[in-house]
C-alpha cells in the first residue's frame, strides 16, 4: 500500500485546511490510518487515528474538539479536517498505516506542509 497526502498550506490562526491521504494497491478492513506531524526540531507526535473499518477514531489532547478525522471507502482515502488552527499546529502532517493490533506503521505518506501564521 502506498499512500499519497495532499491539503497542506498556509493559513492564519483560527483558519482551517483539510488534509487528505490517498491509499493506493491492496487495502484491509483490518488496517488503521493514522496522522502525525512534526514540527522543526521536535519529535514527530500523534494527531488523530482512525479505523478503516469501524470508522473508530482517536485524537491527542492537543487537537481534541478542533481536528476531524474520517474515512471514505469508496475513494481508500482518510481526510483531516483541521479548524481553529493555531501557531502551534504548524509542522509537516503524514499519514502512515498499521494494522489494528500492531505497534509498527509499515507505510507512510510523504508529509504535507501546515503553516500557521499568527
Known amino acids: 500500500v502506498q499512500l499519497q497526502a495532499s491539503g497542506g498550506g498556509l493559513v492564519q490562526a483560527g483558519g482551517s485546511l483539510r488534509l487528505s491521504c490517498a491509499a493506493s494497491?491492496?487495502?484491509?478492513?483490518?488496517?488503521?490510518l493514522a496522522w502525525f506531524r512534526q514540527a522543526p526540531g521536535k519529535e514527530c507526535d500523534f494527531v488523530a487515528s482512525i479505523a478503516w473499518h469501524s470508522g473508530n477514531t482517536a485524537y491527542a489532547d492537543s487537537v481534541k474538539g478542533r481536528f476531524t478525522t474520517s474515512r471514505d471507502n469508496a475513494e481508500n482515502t482518510v481526510h483531516l479536517q483541521m479548524n481553529s488552527l493555531k501557531p502551534e499546529d504548524t509542522a509537516v502532517y503524514y499519514c502512515?498505516?498499521?494494522?489494528?493490533?500492531?505497534?509498527?506503521?509499515?507505510?507512510w505518506g510523504q508529509g504535507t506542509q501546515v503553516t500557521v501564521s499568527s
Open positions: 494497491g491492496r487495502t484491509s478492513s483490518t488496517l488503521l
Open positions: 502512515a498505516l498499521r494494522r489494528l493490533g500492531q505497534s509498527d506503521y509499515s507505510a
